[in-house]
């Protein structure tokens, strides 16, 4: 027997775990094969990629998002900058959870969180097929998945948390796929958030001030139980860090001569939003 491949890897792994997707088309239940097609009984099909993802898209979607905005990303997450969000997040869990990223992007904040916690079994989805693709080559022993959650491959109860972090959120989803007393758990800016990289790009504009606070408004009316904390802290920056996250942020992206930007240190100011259904 040689060794597996990635892609007969995650086939494995993810047909322990096939009881909870359902189809995108038309919500019934589906099944895997050794050969990595995933079916429904109406006979629409997926294959599992060489990469080790499916792709649930129903329709092609463009997306702004980039192979090396994903592959910036990934360097500034393992680079521990967000390890205290990280690790307020799992305080917030028990071991044994199913967790769903919601816009996991290349999936580094899940796969450092599931690290943390016992027997996890994570499951992350973004539109961007770039960032699952990144996903995939970066972490194993993880179901990633391209799709929509407004046309969503998962069954009703199927994940104790939902993690939605600086990433936009489907509330409605959220709470038909949790299970009982589940867990959201949101991650929203807080007015520092990467302060000194916003008064580069938007120096003396109204967008250099940022308030959060119709975000949580609206969280706080979806959910119940909701506790917020604020997790606020300045690091130094590694020098070569400074271009990556120019380039992982789309604030970034509004600043014409990256190379001259100097970023000593860089602010993490967050609520961490936690509620249930």
């Not at 038909?176 to 867990?183: A, C, T, V, W, Y």
């Given at each position: 027997?040689?060794?597996?491949s990635?892609?007969?890897?995650?086939?494995?792994?993810?047909?322990?775990?096939?009881?909870?997707?359902?189809?995108?088309?038309?919500?019934?239940?589906?099944?895997?094969?050794?050969?990595?097609?995933?079916?429904?009984?109406?006979?629409?099909?997926f294959?599992?990629a060489?990469?080790?993802?499916m792709?649930?898209?129903?329709?092609?979607?463009?997306?702004?998002?980039?192979k090396?905005?994903f592959?910036?990303?990934?360097?500034?997450?393992?680079?521990?900058?967000?390890?205290?969000?990280?690790?307020?997040?799992?305080?917030?869990?028990?071991?044994?959870?199913?967790?769903?990223?919601?816009?996991?992007?290349?999936g580094?904040?899940?796969?450092?969180i599931c690290?943390?916690?016992?027997?996890?079994?994570?499951?992350?989805?973004?539109?961007?097929?770039?960032?699952i693709?990144a996903?995939a080559?970066f972490y194993?022993?993880?179901?990633?998945?391209?799709?929509d959650?407004?046309?969503?491959?998962?069954?009703?109860?199927?994940?104790?948390?939902?993690?939605?972090?600086l990433?936009?959120?489907?509330?409605?989803?959220?709470k038909?796929?949790?299970?009982?007393?589940?867990?959201?758990?949101?991650?929203?800016?807080?007015?520092?958030y990467l302060?000194?990289l916003?008064?580069?790009?938007?120096?003396?504009?109204?967008?250099?001030?940022y308030?959060?606070?119709?975000?949580?408004?609206?969280?706080?009316?979806?959910?119940?139980k909701?506790?917020?904390?604020?997790?606020?802290?300045?690091?130094?920056l590694?020098t070569?860090?400074v271009?990556?996250?120019?380039?992982?942020?789309?604030?970034?992206?509004?600043?014409?001569?990256i190379?001259?930007?100097?970023?000593?240190?860089?602010?993490?100011?967050?609520?961490?939003?936690?509620?249930?259904?």
């Open positions: 027997m040689g060794q597996l990635k892609r007969e890897v995650s086939i494995r792994y993810t047909q322990q775990h096939i009881t909870m997707f359902s189809c995108p088309f038309c919500q019934n239940e589906m099944q895997l094969t050794d050969t990595g097609t995933m079916s429904c009984t109406n006979k629409h099909s294959d599992m060489k990469q080790g993802y792709n649930f898209m129903t329709k092609p979607v463009a997306s702004m998002y980039s090396e905005l592959e910036a990303r990934q360097e500034v997450i393992t680079s521990g900058l967000y390890d205290p969000l990280q690790q307020t997040i799992v305080s917030f869990l028990s071991s044994n959870q199913v967790i769903l990223d919601t816009g996991c992007g290349e580094s904040h899940l796969a450092r690290a943390q916690l016992p027997n996890a079994v994570g499951v992350g989805i973004d539109i961007a097929k770039e960032g693709l996903a080559k194993s022993e993880k179901i990633w998945c391209v799709g959650l407004a046309n969503s491959p998962f069954q009703s109860e199927s994940f104790s948390t939902i993690l939605n972090i990433s936009p959120a489907n509330y409605e989803e959220f038909r796929l949790l299970k009982p007393n589940g867990k959201v758990i949101k991650v929203v800016p807080q007015e520092g302060k000194e916003r008064v580069q790009a938007f120096a003396d504009s109204d967008k250099e001030n308030s959060n606070a119709q975000t949580v408004e609206r969280f706080k009316e979806s959910f119940n909701v506790d917020v904390q604020r997790i606020t802290y300045t690091v130094p590694n070569k860090l271009a990556k996250l120019l380039q992982m942020t789309p604030m970034g992206w509004h600043i014409k001569n190379e001259t930007v100097e970023l000593p240190q860089i602010t993490i100011d967050v609520d961490i939003l936690v509620g249930e259904v």
